[in-house]
């Protein structure tokens, strides 16, 4: 599978616990993103990627959310200090250069409990 | 402010039964519109977009910009059709970042 690939796919961690996502995108895409969806609900922005720089962050990513793309390729998302609220699907998504299509992976299931 | 609302959270059918799924969109400027699908267990996919103007799986929507509208459309439903759907819009600049609708899950009931 070539797609946009996720790892891991279910993390199950206790409250006040950090947890850290990557994501691999599709290798020629320069656009990265980070969605989280809880139940229920459509997919929500959280941040965006243009190569490694972080351009845009969504006013649900707290203090305890960071993101990085060091080198332009994948990137990882760090929930520090989890919270119960916090128990969503993770997604992301990639895209290329001036396309509004995006590819999004299979997601990462995170349960705080 | 911006939005897409999906007034059915589940929709049900009987196969061979025309289906519609509603979005409607609040936004300034002119975006574009997507129509992505979840079978189960799968990942979001892109089923259609606005420009292409495309059928796909036989599905169409058409932008009605009076309306603020891109209703899902096919005239006859199957079983495989079963899935999530979400409307979506992105702003045609900037971070193309999209708002998604809450979804809406088709029943294709045989």
């Known amino acids: 599978d070539t797609g946009v690939s996720q790892d891991p796919r279910h993390k199950i961690t206790k409250r006040g616990q950090n947890v850290t996502f990557r994501c691999d995108p599709i290798s020629e895409h320069n656009r990265l993103y980070w969605y989280r969806q809880t139940l229920g609900q459509g997919p929500e922005f959280l941040t965006y990627f243009q190569n490694e720089a972080q351009l845009e962050k969504s006013r649900l990513l707290s203090d305890r959310f960071s993101a990085e793309r060091p080198k332009g390729s994948f990137s990882t998302l760090e929930i520090q200090r989890t919270e119960q609220g916090d128990s969503a699907m993770y997604l992301c998504a990639s895209s290329l250069q001036g396309k509004t299509e995006a590819f999004f992976g299979q997601g990462t299931r995170l349960t705080v409990v | 402010a911006q939005r897409v609302t999906q007034p059915e959270k589940l929709l049900s059918v009987f196969k061979g039964a025309p289906v519609e799924l509603k979005c409607n969109y609040s936004y300034s400027g002119s975006p574009e519109l997507f129509w992505y699908v979840q079978y189960s267990r799968q990942r979001l996919q892109l089923l259609l977009r606005?420009?292409s103007r495309e059928s796909i799986k036989g599905f169409t929507a058409d932008l009605n910009k009076g309306e603020t509208s891109f209703h899902l459309k096919k005239p006859f439903a199957q079983e495989e059709d079963s899935a999530m759907y979400y409307c979506?819009?992105?702003?045609?600049?900037?971070?193309?970042?999209?708002?998604f609708g809450t979804g809406t899950r088709l029943k294709v009931l045989a």
């Open positions: 979506a819009l992105s702003a045609t600049s900037g971070t193309y970042k999209y708002i």
């Open positions: 606005h420009i």
